[in-house]
C-alpha cells in the first residue's frame, strides 16, 4: 500500500470524521473498517504528517496522520525495520513533528486480534 504527502499539517477533513489507532487495537472489526476506508482513497489524495514517537519492547513506533476529504485516521505505526526512519529513530522523533510525508508504504498486519501499521519505505519527508 502506498501514499503520498505534500505541504504541512494543516489539512482539515471534509467530513470531520477522525479515526484513532494509535493505541493497540483490541476492536479488530473497528480496525478493519478504517483500513477498509485508507485503502479507497489515492495514494496522491492522501497527506501524510509525523506525530509522536514512542518505543515498547525493542520497537520503535511513529504516531501517523492520515488525511484525505474522506477519511482522517492517525495510526501508531511500527518503524523499526523502515531503514528509510534511521536518523528519526535515533533522533526519537524530536524536531520531525508535523513534518510530512511523501510515498509512505505500509503494510497492514492483521494476524490475532490486532491490527498492526508496519512502515516498509518512505520516498522522502518535508519540513
Known amino acids: 500500500m502506498g501514499v503520498g504527502a505534500m505541504g504541512?499539517?494543516?489539512h482539515r477533513c471534509a467530513n470531520g470524521a477522525m479515526y484513532d489507532l494509535y493505541?493497540?487495537?483490541a476492536n479488530k472489526t473497528y480496525a478493519m473498517e478504517v483500513v477498509g476506508r485508507l485503502s479507497r482513497v489515492?495514494?496522491?489524495k492522501m497527506d501524510?504528517?509525523?506525530g509522536e514517537y514512542s518505543a515498547d519492547n525493542s520497537r520503535d513506533y511513529l504516531q501517523i496522520a492520515l488525511h484525505?476529504?474522506?477519511v482522517c485516521a492517525v495510526v501508531k505505526m511500527n518503524i523499526t525495520d523502515c531503514a528509510d526512519m534511521n536518523h528519526v529513530r535515533e533522533m526519537k522523533g524530536v524536531t520531525?513533528?508535523?513534518a510530512?510525508?511523501?510515498g509512505l508504504?505500509?503494510?497492514i498486519d492483521s494476524g490475532g486480534d490486532e491490527v498492526r501499521f508496519v512502515m516498509e519505505s518512505i520516498e522522502g519527508i518535508i519540513d
Do not use: Q
Open 96 to 98: 520531525y513533528r508535523s
Open 42 to 44: 489515492a495514494p496522491e
Open 8 to 10: 504541512c499539517n494543516n
Open 105 to 107: 508504504k505500509y503494510k
Open 48 to 50: 501524510v504528517y509525523i
Open 100 to 102: 510530512g510525508i511523501r
Open 23 to 25: 493505541d493497540t487495537v
Open 68 to 70: 484525505s476529504d474522506s
